[in-house]
């Protein structure tokens, strides 16, 4: 009979736990906050390859709004010119072509995209939530999310690209972390480490420091931003030849 009745109260508070972790779920997929209209950014790019023998950094102004979609203007840049133009600008520019596409919602941490299964509790306050893409694309991870008890924040993300973006690419870990201001939850820094053929280890790294969300200012006066998504790559190569790299707009 005890053993019994420790089975019953057993089944009974995994029940409760399962519950309460997929109230959990429930709460993050319901709690987006306030829609993003628009944003400025000031974003610092970093990557380095082989064994940080080569390494490059780059700093642009960024903006997205439902009108104009997303521009960049880049600030300043250093290091590698393989990679300020093969990975650094190559970022900027494969997000405003994402943006001017309207697929960015394919990369969206949602039930389109996902399959969620609450995980248990990763440390004090802090859920976790294992995600399994619904399909196979290059936008999508899979992996791990991280959020407040309540489900109402997400903290960040951790995982593996489940499609590879290219054959020298044989694996990409991301992190990525969230924070939620003025109501938006936006995204603050993403890192990512790749095991590429030949070249080995490599590492990336974007962080946002924000200006303005949803028309709100943020810190300190906004910046101007005219867009270098409108330069051509003739035009980039020009300037590092002749060292015009603009490095204030």
Do not use: C
């Amino acid at each position: 009979m005890r053993i019994l009745a420790i089975g019953i109260v057993s089944t009974l508070v995994f029940g409760l736990n399962v519950l309460a972790a997929q109230d959990i779920v429930d709460a993050f997929l319901s709690n987006s906050g306030s829609t993003l209209i628009s944003y400025r950014a000031l974003r610092t790019l970093e990557a380095s390859t082989r064994g940080g023998r080569m390494r490059a950094t780059l700093t642009a102004v960024t903006s997205w709004n439902l009108e104009s979609g997303f521009q960049y203007s880049i600030l300043e840049e250093m290091g590698s010119t393989i990679i300020r133009n093969k990975v650094l600008r190559a970022a900027l520019e494969a997000e405003r072509q994402i943006s001017r596409d309207g697929t960015t919602k394919y990369a969206a941490i949602n039930a389109d995209n996902y399959d969620f299964a609450p995980a248990g509790e990763a440390e004090a306050g802090v859920a976790r939530i294992d995600i399994h893409p619904k399909r196979k694309d290059t936008m999508l991870m899979e992996g791990h999310l991280f959020v407040a008890m309540d489900g109402a924040e997400l903290l960040h993300v951790e995982g593996t690209l489940v499609k590879r973006p290219s054959f020298w690419t044989r694996r990409v870990d991301v992190v990525r972390r969230y924070a939620r201001i003025y109501g938006v939850r936006v995204p603050i820094e993403m890192r990512s480490t790749a095991d590429v053929l030949i070249a080995g280890t490599s590492t990336f790294t974007m962080s946002y420091d924000y200006e303005m969300i949803n028309g709100e200012s943020i810190g300190a006066s906004p910046t101007t931003v005219s867009d270098d998504s409108t330069r051509t790559p003739a035009d980039m190569d020009s300037e590092e030849a002749t060292g015009t790299v603009p490095t204030d707009r």
